[in-house]
């Protein structure tokens, strides 16, 4: 019986403490700056090297590039760019080897969607994906 | 006439205790197991066969998914192989900073254990207090790493991301709030008579058998085997620190339970030391070249993990994908001995005996 009445008195204790719950879906819920979430891709910096393709482990980025269009400037634009976040797992290794900082991670990470279709995200989405976009990118 | 047969039970794939999917086919007499079958593989995804297309900083994200509570020490084993492979010095502040977080995060997987253990045998409030403060830890993970479980924080020379502002404090004062906690947690369980009664003398094995069937971590160290791979071969900068490895007798529930709540506390000691003596400034990040291809050749590493002995092997034929790798997982190790176990045992001691051995099924099943 003694050890019982010790764990009430724990118990007990513990019913004046502050609630640690979080109000979550109620109130969004901060994450740190270094939180990695759904990317922002910024078309304008992006160069076409195609190592965030290679480096992905699940390979689920997608990119086309085309031509330049003033003849006089060499090398690449983007055409296209898909991220397909049935198989994203968020690991930031796509922003880690990104030499122009084009495509970087954000605080977002609501990802749930009402059919798989919708999880192909393509480039005006992630465009468009700009709030809480990480300050701190390389480390 | 009363007429008794023999009946097949099947308990899970999705039995809660399991923590996962996990089965396991019963043959029970009345209420005595006869003959208990584990059947695996549900999460089986091939991690090894995946790694062999994978370049090596490919390959630890998947790491993070075997052992889904401790994963920081899954991203250490793989970096740590290819560094002995490519005999890579590593840089103080980058040591400090592994250790920090692989110790908090044995912190962490010892309270999941704690509370889900307890939830398993009918406790649910102490399930509540540990998840309080696995919390605070998965907190100051997700600060200094960016994700909450699947961190992806190690890299093949160093760690990707220095300590933020202020991490280095929050952790100092971590440490004596959940000492404070633990003497709570001591309070409110291992005095408690129901919780005792239920534990002792239950899934007891000796030290030949423990040693026979290559258990590790606390389902070896509670049979009096003192061996701890942090004491025994000192990896990384654990020879630094003033630590002891709780060892105990008897080899049943009881003696696991002590054994992992001393190793929270002990734990707790190396992360007052690495807090203490980590240096103000440093390199995070050794000089690594930009694809990392690792000699031809073989080796094994094998590290402490919060269950046991984790190994890595790698095969390398000199390119940037491994040849073949091999993760000796302990949670798949220690689960062998569940048949054994269970043989002979009342069905109300099978999920104090499958808890006690504290599996993660990503890990079991690769």
Known sequence: MKGLMKGLKYTL??????????????????MPDRFRGIQKFYPEKCIVCNQCANVCPTDCIDLTGKKHPDPNKKGKIIDTYDIN??????????TEVCPTEAIVMTNNFELAEYSRDELFKNLEWLDENDTNVRKENKA | MIRTEEMLLNVGPQHPSTHGVFRIVLKIDGEIITDATPVIGYLHRGTEKLAEDLQYTQIIPYTDRMDYLSAMTNNYVICHAVETMMDMEIPDRAEYLRVLVMELGRVASHLVWFGTYLLDIGALSPFLYAFREREMIINLLNEISGARLTFNYMRVGGVKWDAPDGWIEKVREFVPHMRKELAGYHDLVSGNEIFLNRVHDVGTYSKEDALAYSLSGANLRCTGVDWDLRKQEPYSIYDRFNFNVPVTEKGDAWSRYQCRMAEIEESLKIVEQAVEQFPSEGAIMAKVP??????????????????????????????????????????????????????????????TILGGIDIVLGEVDG
């Open chain 1, 13 to 30: 204790k513990n019913l004046s403490k502050e609630r640690v719950t979080y109000a979550y879906p109620d109130e969004p819920l901060e």
């Open chain 2, 290 to 351: 930009r694809i990392i291809k690792p000699p031809a050749g073989e080796t094994y590493v094998r590290i402490e993990s919060p269950r046991g002995e984790i190994g890595c092997y790698i095969a390398s034929k000199g390119k940037k994908e491994p040849y073949r790798l091999k993760f000796r997982r302990p949670s798949f190790y220690n689960l062998q001995i569940l048949s054994k176990l269970l043989k002979g045992e009342n069905i109300a001691n099978l999920i």
């Open chain 1, 85 to 94: 976040f049935e198989i994203c797992i968020l690991c930031d290794l796509c």
